[in-house]
């Protein structure tokens, strides 16, 4: 299994850019998370979802936009880049939400908006 | 909502135990992971703690007191290979999602 695979590794967009960063897991997993992480921060959640059609906001969705077509795939879409939206992205699967379930990253996306 | 508080950072010694602090002001409360995080990489599972008391993995151990919204992390015989940021996690009341704490940089030196 190669687990959470995300691309690009790293990207430099120009404000009011687009990109699509995507992320796949071959896990089977029905859980599935968008995070950022900026220097000496925490991971911060952008979006979940908890199975293919279902997607939810977390804590910072404002820029960002998701999809959740099948199980293995969950991009991540942002429209208009801005330079607050420089960070480290990780994407992330687990199998359940049941006590214990830990969640599995991918390698993350260095996103720089210049 | 959740408060999460780590210290920032940490050193110790090769050899040497060290323990990383984690207390936590939930709405609700359904469970406790440890991450490590070394640099430029992904965050990979430590132990997790749902019950009052330790759980010990190899040289990792881990601690949750619920009455007390806190938990630490023991690392023994450390390794300069343990010099890596430690995130503290919450799960929440509905389960789905976790909500990290800032993380604390451990710096092993020989």
């Known amino acids: 299994n190669a687990g959470v695979t995300q691309t690009p590794k790293f990207r430099i967009l120009k404000i009011g850019q687009s990109m699509t960063l995507q992320c796949t897991q071959d896990m089977n997993h029905n859980y599935m998370y968008w995070y950022r992480q900026d220097p000496g921060m925490g991971l911060k959640l952008i979006y979940y979802s908890v199975g293919a059609g279902i997607t939810d906001k977390g804590e910072v969705p404002n820029g960002y936009n998701v999809s959740r077509s099948t199980t293995e795939d969950f991009p991540l879409r942002l429209e208009l880049a801005a330079p607050s939206q420089t960070s480290v992205y990780f994407c992330?699967?687990?199998?359940?939400?049941?006590?214990?379930?830990?969640?599995?990253f991918g390698p993350g996306t260095r996103l720089t908006v210049l | 909502g959740q408060n999460i508080d780590q210290p920032t950072e940490m050193t110790a010694t090769e050899g040497a135990i060290v323990q990383i602090n984690c207390t936590y002001q939930?709405?609700?409360?359904?469970?406790l992971f440890w991450y490590q995080q070394h640099a430029g990489e992904a965050p990979t599972f430590l132990s997790y703690n749902v019950l009052d008391g330790l759980e010990e993995k190899g040289r990792f151990s881990s601690f949750l007191s619920r009455s007390k919204g806190y938990s630490y992390l023991l690392l023994k015989e450390l390794q300069m290979k343990d010099s890596a940021s430690y995130l503290c996690a919450v799960r929440d009341r509905g389960y789905s999602t976790l909500t990290f704490g800032k993380g604390t940089m451990l710096l092993v030196s020989p």
């Open positions: 992330a699967s687990s199998r359940t939400r049941l006590a214990g379930d830990e969640q599995f």
């Open positions: 939930t709405s609700g409360f359904n469970g």
